[in-house]
């Protein structure tokens, strides 16, 4: 079992005081907090080994490279990959969509269809929007019902031999919903043959993932919302798939031979890391990989869900207060929450004078919002240095700033 306190420990801005009160920091759907041990390897390494990575024959630069490249298989083995090179680092989540919707969109024929859901984030929207007007392709969007969960046989009325893609979140950045991704990707592949990508932005920072279990093409994976620092993503991708695709950044590292008239590409993973990459970063990523496999992602998993489960309660219990979370059993310590009459904005600057940090707007989940009628939500993510107490101050905090809201 967790023990917060013990971890709470090893990230310094904890000791922070905000506002004359303790940190009471729930907003890690944005951005997860930094232990120690990342933030001690980034800087052993500016201090001890810098030098770019795979152009050097000296030992320095042979150093950064090996710890670069040791990440890839860390991360290989933390979603349990088939191959180190299907891993290729972005800079974050939102790059990967980008760089998989301008590789696979240009190989598609006018009219094919690309499938999101209504509750997607905008790096899982946008990017496609983009690729489906250069190209004109088709977008459309999977139902998500009352209970804030996917309509599985909304999805299945719209899979047809023109599906390509069908993208989807793992964990929902405001319902906390967990759609069985196993099943879809399944009914998927029986009805199209689409490629089944996955935002896993939320999902891998809390649950264990296992790609080769779930079946899926690709997974798009965020390094800050795992406690890695910012600037650094990776997208998991099969190498075969990898492999019949194209480049979309040009530049060095990337290539094989270089001609003025024209070029070849270096092998995966290289082909689609062009120019310098953030590989301090990078190692930094890997210390995060480290922290959460010595927990194990298990205990990860079982914090999140009882510390969900604790907060749900306490939050339903407050009279007048909207939460849009998943109805089902499973889902994510994901909290959007509404006041009638109060905007988000005044309420999240109330609870900071309580030392408690939540984000307020749509949180990139605009349509969303906009289909349930909200402008704007605040929103309470748990990870794993909050605890139940965490959720008290919360509770307690949207308490008094209702009555003074009225
Ligand atoms: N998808 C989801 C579900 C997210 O919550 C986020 C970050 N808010 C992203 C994608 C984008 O991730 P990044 O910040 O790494 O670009």
Same mark, same amino acid.
């Given at each position: 079992m967790i023990k917060v306190s013990d971890i709470k420990?090893?990230?310094?801005?904890?000791e922070r005081q905000i506002n004359g009160n303790k940190l009471t920091y729930l907003d890690s759907g944005a951005t997860s907090q930094k232990p120690n041990q990342v933030i001690d390897v980034m800087s052993d390494v500016y201090k001890n080994n810098n030098a770019n990575v795979?152009?050097? =024959?000296y030992v320095l630069s042979s150093e950064t490279t090996g710890k670069y490249e040791d990440v890839r298989t860390k991360f290989q083995k933390f979603i349990n990959a088939?191959?180190?090179?299907?891993i290729i680092f972005t800079k974050g989540c939102t790059e990967g969509f980008n760089l998989l919707s301008n590789s696979i969109c240009k190989n598609l024929n006018q009219g094919d269809e690309i499938i999101l859901s209504e509750i997607e984030h905008h790096a899982n929207i946008i990017p496609w929007q983009m690729a489906a007007e250069k190209y004109n392709l088709n977008i459309k969007f999977i139902n998500v019902d009352e209970s804030f969960n996917l309509d599985i046989d909304h999805l299945k009325s719209l /899979?047809?031999?023109? =599906?390509k893609i069908v993208s989807i979140v793992g964990?929902?950045?405001?319902?906390?919903m967990l759609p069985d991704i196993k099943e879809i990707v399944t009914i998927v592949k029986s009805k199209s043959d689409a490629l089944f990508i996955l935002?896993?932005?939320? /999902?891998v920072p809390h649950r264990s993932v296992d790609v080769q279990d779930l079946g899926i093409d690709f997974l798009c994976v965020s390094g800050?919302?795992? /406690?890695g620092p910012t600037g650094i993503g990776v997208v998991w991708g099969r190498k075969e798939l990898w492999d019949s695709m194209d480049p979309v950044y040009g530049g060095?590292?990337?290539?094989?031979e270089v001609y003025y008239d024209k070029a070849t590409w270096a092998p995966v993973p290289h082909k689609f890391e062009a120019g310098t990459p953030p590989f301090v970063e990078a190692i930094g990523l890997g210390a995060a990989v480290d922290y959460l496999t010595n927990i194990s992602m298990n205990e990860v998993q079982q914090h999140s869900d009882s510390l969900r489960e604790y907060a749900k309660n306490k939050l339903e219990n407050i009279d007048g207060l909207n939460i849009i979370h998943s109805l089902s059993k499973n889902a994510g310590c994901t909290f959007a929450m509404s006041i009638e009459g109060a905007h988000a904005t005044d309420v999240s600057l109330m609870l900071d004078t309580y030392g408690v940090a939540v984000r307020a707007g749509h949180h990139c989940v605009q349509p969303f919002h906009r289909k349930l009628n909200l402008d704007a939500t605040f929103r309470a993510t748990g990870y794993i240095?909050?605890?139940e107490e965490d959720f008290d101050i919360l509770a307690n905090a949207i308490e008094d700033s209702m009555k003074m809201l009225k």
């Open positions: 420990k090893d990230f310094p801005i904890f795979h152009r050097g =024959t088939y191959d180190s090179d299907e /899979l047809s031999s023109k =599906t964990e929902s950045n405001i319902s906390g935002d896993g932005a939320q /999902l800050h919302k795992m /406690l060095g590292d990337m290539i094989e240095y909050n605890d």
